[in-house]
């Protein structure tokens, strides 16, 4: 039963209901992307470079396709060559020509545990055996993994044809940088000029990984008639048919994609991996082909999120107010451009009305993987630069952290860096929100520092499909097409038994293939209990609309005599006649009389995304000896619009909360001298467990959108972005050391500990 | 490679499996006897995805290898409910929203249930550290602990009812 209303106007809207898929996930019930089996199946696996960068001479399969048990052999030959073609993919843009380059490497291996063949086998010993019989001749070539030196002029340079993009003239020779970009507003030198205050800092980030606890893994079924069904763990089912469509020269309609529950994505499962592979094998062998990482492949083939470095300046008034600020991002796109250093740019400053504002930005390739989304990409590397300088100004002047934010907040009407002026949002109320919080009016603890930051993203929209059936027996199914990666289900369940005024339980939501409903965007961006949601509310109306037409007919009146509340049919007036409401049940039971079947449908491409803010608060204490930070207490403050359901609105809060501090502390990829990752396992690379972590306090500040029917805002990325700096600034203030790099580490905290205050010579 | 004839107790029904010497006893669950719930997330023992009992014991089933579970006795998730009546802990994950995704979930409810049958009054530190080998990375651990201390209170005020 619901409970914790928070919006008595509605009846389920604001309540915490269990979640639909409820019962299987705490069953063992639900299938991932590894549970799904077919007869006849094989298990393919992947060949991967172990040279950062190297040309492929030559590849010699035939060994490994006399092994007994061994079915097909895929290299990049039986993969089309692609057009230099720009597409979407959730929040990041690739480029089909390398993408093709990215699932198989053609000319050139460009980083550790690029694939260069895979095979399917009878079992996963032979299949491999097999491998360890592919020969691949290497001709190796130097390698370069940081950005600063990808940037270099001598740098050893990834793409013969990449010429940087954005500048003028145009540069004659190919080098790392793919593409220079720039946002302008007012005159940043005049507001410098006027600044009383300037502080200018560099920050670094290393590259980190969403770290779902679910490998990537996909099932194929390819038939000789040239049909192929797909299984896979995704984030966006419909992606991976176009995708594949694209990279093995099929039409969206020859591929059939079923989404499986997903075991985590947080932007990373955007993209594909192993499907096209999967397909391949599958159409070369005749037989359905499985395919899964482990996690070391997860680590060294999949696409982190990219570090970058960061240089901030910002002028301000005495009283605190910005009138200038200037920031450079340089950030990893791994082996091919499109790192998220647009968003990183934009999102660098959107907490603040300020005047003067200049941005640059460069996407920048390595002999890394090439990186993918991560939970508001690109938006933490800024925010960790933006929101560290603010506390250094805060401290300069002697400001409390959150007065000098209230002092400078973007409102309704502020325009961006980067064009667009908002509509109702609610950092004002967030920032007051921390303000006015029971934590932020108790000091910390003796021996404790607090940090504050805060942090933007924009939420998306974007295509979205959805369609709604009544039962014979009035029972109601919602049919959409997005894997439901944190509650979504719930929340889409909830908008639709407010819509039509009928319990929640009497509401099954389904997610749908590729060929059972239409098209749906990405799960990413935030959009899904938004956009998929505004679909969804939208077939219920056509369904509603439908339902009024059969009453009607029931009652021989034109459909504009009827009303729909509560989930009945109404006469609008006595005029209409003297009739008893009709309930959902009694018209479907009468549907083939009055026209068949009741369904209600929406596709729409959803614009007017809410941005959302956050405000987090940390408290800490730092052990100067060993450089072990304990994080005694946090709350985290977002405008969320309408929490549909809040226990879900929490969860997105407490877990991006939780990775950012992953990423502030411990997480980084770590690179060898011979360019390989060192710590490609949960051991090495130190993700936070329970005991890490004290409460994730958290605050639900309902700025609602005025765009959506139910007042929806996107909540899940904003709570990755203020972490880093929340923990950083609680960090300096605490050690009374301004830290710039990430992670701040133990050995990291104890240097600079020990840099600061020389200890007393051992003897 | 010969295989290797195993007879153990699986969730309470004696369960005969033949294995390669070599195989994991997660992979014979998920592979060879169809049970699915319990989940390969590192293959390496840090994620905790694939906890199982043996012998009463909390173990990660990818560190165990299959022969060794001769003559023991197993449980997994799927027999965590009573018929169609979920475990208390099941229930009460679901209730306070102590999943996201939900595929760390079977792990975290094997290794809660253990914990609570060692210790019915753990404090949240105790139950932090119990439950430190399993990794979430939706959650950011709080519902889950939540949820784990309610069970805990509940199930002692039965105890003394």
Not at chain 1, 153 to 160: C, G, N, Q, R, S
Not at chain 1, 322 to 342: K, R, Y
Not at chain 1, 391 to 411: F, H, S
Request: hydrophobic share 40%; glycine share 10%.
């Amino acid at each position: 039963m619901p409970d914790g209303h928070s919006h008595p106007k509605y009846k389920w809207i604001g309540t915490r209901p269990d979640r639909p898929d409820g019962a299987d996930k705490v069953t063992g019930r639900a299938r991932f992307g590894a549970d799904f089996n077919l007869p006849g199946q094989l298990v393919g696996k992947v060949l991967r470079s172990p040279h950062p960068h190297a040309i492929i001479a030559s590849i010699d399969t035939s060994k490994a396709e006399a092994l007994a048990g061994v079915k097909a052999v895929v290299t990049a030959k039986d993969f089309p060559e692609q057009a230099n073609l720009i597409v979407p993919t959730g929040e990041m843009q690739v480029n089909l020509r390398d993408i093709t380059r990215n699932v198989m490497a053609r000319e050139k291996a460009l980083y550790e545990g690029h694939p260069v063949a895979a095979v399917a086998a009878t079992t996963e010993a032979v299949a491999r055996a097999a491998l360890a019989l592919i020969e691949v001749r290497y001709e190796v070539l130097p390698h370069v993994i940081d950005v600063t030196d990808a940037m270099k002029p001598d740098a050893p340079v990834l793409h013969d044809h990449m010429i940087t993009e954005g500048v003028t003239p145009a540069p004659t020779k190919a080098s790392n940088v793919a593409k220079r970009i720039e946002f302008k507003k007012g005159d940043a030198a005049a507001g410098f000029a006027e600044a009383e205050v300037v502080i200018e800092k560099d920050y670094t980030t290393q590259a980190v990984h969403q770290g779902y606890i679910e490998p990537h893994a996909a099932l194929a079924s390819a038939s000789e008639d040239g049909q192929v069904q797909v299984w896979s763990t995704t984030q966006g089912h419909f992606q991976v048919r176009g995708f594949c469509a694209k990279l093995l020269n099929l039409e969206t309609s020859q591929i059939r994609v079923t989404p499986t529950e997903i075991g985590g994505g947080f932007g990373g499962k955007t993209v594909v991996y192993l499907e096209p592979l999967a397909i391949k094998l599958s159409q070369k062998s005749g037989r359905p082909v499985k395919m899964t990482m482990t996690r070391e492949e997860v680590f060294r083939a999949s696409g982190p999120a990219p570090g970058g470095n960061v240089k901030v300046r910002i002028g301000a008034k005495k009283d605190g107010r910005i009138v200038a600020a200037e920031c450079t991002v340089e950030m990893q796109a791994g082996a091919f451009p499109g790192s998220p250093v647009g968003p990183a740019c934009m999102c660098a400053y959107a907490c603040y009305d300020i005047d003067n504002i200049h941005i640059v930005g460069f996407d920048v390739v390595s002999n890394r993987p090439k990186v993918a989304a991560y939970r508001a990409p690109g938006a933490p590397i800024s925010a960790w630069a933006v929101e560290s300088t603010l506390d250094m100004l805060a401290l300069q002047l002697g400001m409390d952290p959150i007065d000098l934010r209230l002092k400078n907040a973007a409102k309704k009407g502020t325009k961006t860096a980067y064009g667009v002026t908002f509509n109702t949002i609610g950092l004002v109320e967030t920032l007051e929100a921390i303000k006015n919080s029971e934590h932020y009016r108790t000091p910390p603890k003796p021996g404790h520092a607090r940090g504050i930051a805060a942090g933007f993203w924009f939420n998306v929209g974007a295509d979205s499909s959805a369609a709604s059936h009544v039962g014979e027996d009035g029972s109601v199914t919602v049919i959409s097409g997005n894997p439901d990666i944190g509650g979504s289900r719930a929340s889409l369940a909830l908008m639709a038994a407010e819509e039509l005024g009928v319990d929640y339980e009497k509401v099954r939501p389904v997610i749908a293939d590729t060929a059972s409903i239409g098209f749906n965007f990405v799960t990413g961006g935030s959009r899904v209990t938004f956009a998929t949601g505004l679909a969804v509310v939208n077939s219920v109306r056509d369904m509603i609309r439908e339902l009024k037409v059969r009453a009607g007919k029931i009652w021989n009146v034109d459909p504009e005599g009827v009303i729909w509340e509560n989930g009945m049919a109404k006469p609008a007036g006595s005029n209409v006649g003297d009739f008893e409401p009709l309930s959902l049940a009694q018209i479907a039971a009468q549907a083939g009389k009055t026209g068949g079947p009741i369904n209600g449908h929406a596709q729409l491409n959803v614009t007017g995304a809410g941005p959302g803010f956050g405000v987090h608060c940390c408290d800490l204490s730092v052990d100067a000896d060993t450089g072990i930070v304990t994080i005694d207490r946090y709350t985290a403050a977002q405008d969320v619009g309408t929490a549909i359901h809040p226990s879900y609105v929490e969860g997105q809060l407490q877990g991006g909360a939780v990775q950012g501090i992953g990423w502030a502390l411990n997480e980084e990829y770590i690179y060898n001298a011979k360019g390989r990752l060192d710590n490609p396992g949960f051991l090495d690379y130190r993700m936070p467990v329970a005991s890490d972590l004290p409460k994730i306090e958290t605050i639900l500040v309902e700025v609602l959108n005025p765009t959506h029917p139910y007042g929806v805002r996107g909540v899940g990325e904003v709570p990755i972005v203020p972490p880093t700096a929340a923990v950083g600034n609680a960090i300096s203030r605490a050690i009374g050391i301004r830290m710039t790099d990430l992670p701040m580490s133990p050995p990291r905290l104890s240097e600079a500990i020990d840099e600061a205050t020389p200890r007393m010579a051992a003897d | 490679m010969a295989k290797i004839h195993v007879t153990t107790t699986i969730n309470g029904a004696p369960t005969e499996f033949l294995c390669d010497p070599n195989q994991t006893l997660l992979d014979v669950l998920r592979d060879n006897l169809g049970l699915t719930g319990s989940k390969e997330g590192c293959g390496s023992g840090d994620c905790g995805a694939c906890s199982v009992m043996v012998d009463d014991r909390l173990v990660c089933s990818c560190l165990v290898l299959a022969p060794e579970a001769e003559g023991m006795k197993i449980d997994t998730i799927e027999g965590m409910a009573d018929g169609d009546k979920l475990h208390p802990l099941q229930k009460k994950f679901v209730e306070m929203a102590a999943l996201q995704c939900g595929i760390c979930t079977p792990g975290f409810l094997v290794a809660s249930k253990a914990l609570l049958a060692k210790n019915p009054n753990p404090t949240e530190t105790e139950v932090r550290y119990w439950l430190a080998g399993n990794l979430c990375r939706c959650t950011g651990y709080d519902k889950i602990i939540n949820a784990v201390m309610e069970v805990a209170a509940e199930m002692r005020g039965a105890a003394n009812a």
